[in-house]
């Protein structure tokens, strides 16, 4: 299968600062990615979808301005978790798909806000 | 998107075959069964998928009953490696822009 990368695979930030998380997809052009978060023992729920060049599409409740996406590429996202807080502590997956291929997740971001 | 039941877990002894159930009752014509997985803090992987008839790969066979109401993931010989949280999701294929919707899935346990 397709491989979806992740960057950094744990981060620890202080409460009001901003944090970045990457996501590449190795060897395919990813054309949409997905951002998911999950807390612990619950299920991964989408935040967003972004497609290449044009601005993402957030889920219901998800604060677009705290969680900034850019996918200004065929292989690389990034999601931007602005002024963190310690709620929004949670596990970050992305995942990476082509017009007509599965969706290929990502290792996961473990983000703590202290 | 049609919703999925699945039981909240289940145990399974290793070398013993591993049957998860799935009920999609409301599942349209044009969607798929697709069945990942995720193992402690990390990302899903994909198992496999179907639409109507029967499909095995390397990891795992997907039996998918004639009204399609239902289907079941079997891993044919479990290992402790296949503990992890088993997610049953049907969707439209060739469309990758189209978002998974997660259940709570199943949780197998498997033993020594």
């Known amino acids: 299968g397709a491989v979806v990368s992740q960057h950094p695979s744990r981060v620890i930030c202080k409460s009001g600062t901003s944090v970045k998380i990457e996501c590449r997809s190795l060897?395919?052009?990813?054309?949409?990615m997905f951002w998911y978060r999950q807390f612990p023992k619950q299920s991964l729920m989408l935040m967003a979808t972004?497609?290449?060049?044009?601005?993402?599409?957030?889920e219901q409740g998800v604060e677009k301005d705290k969680f900034l996406i850019n996918h200004a590429s065929l292989t690389l996202s990034t999601l931007t978790v602005t002024s963190a807080h310690p709620e929004d502590s949670s596990f970050y997956i992305c995942?990476?798909?082509?017009?007509?291929?599965?969706?290929?997740f990502g290792p996961g971001t473990r983000l703590t806000v202290l | 998107d049609a919703k999925t039941t699945q039981p909240p877990s289940m145990d399974c002894a290793e070398g013993r075959a591993a049957n998860l159930p799935c009920n999609h009752s409301?599942?349209?014509?044009?969607?798929?069964v697709y069945w990942y997985r995720q193992i402690h803090s990390q990302g899903p992987q994909y198992i496999i998928h179907g639409l109507k008839n029967n499909e095995t790969n390397e990891m795992a066979s997907l039996i998918i009953t004639e009204d399609r109401k239902s289907s079941t993931l079997i891993l044919p010989h479990a290992t402790l490696r296949d503990t992890a949280v088993y997610y049953c999701?049907?969707?439209?294929?060739?469309?990758?822009?189209?978002?998974?919707?997660f259940g709570t899935g199943t949780r197998l346990l498997v033993s020594p």
């Open positions: 060897d395919f052009q990813a054309t949409t």
């Open positions: 999701i049907v969707r439209l294929m060739n469309t990758g822009f189209q978002k998974l919707v």
């Open positions: 995942s990476a798909s082509s017009s007509y291929n599965e969706q290929f």
């Open positions: 409301t599942i349209s014509g044009n969607e798929y």
């Open positions: 972004s497609n290449e060049g044009s601005k993402a599409t957030y």
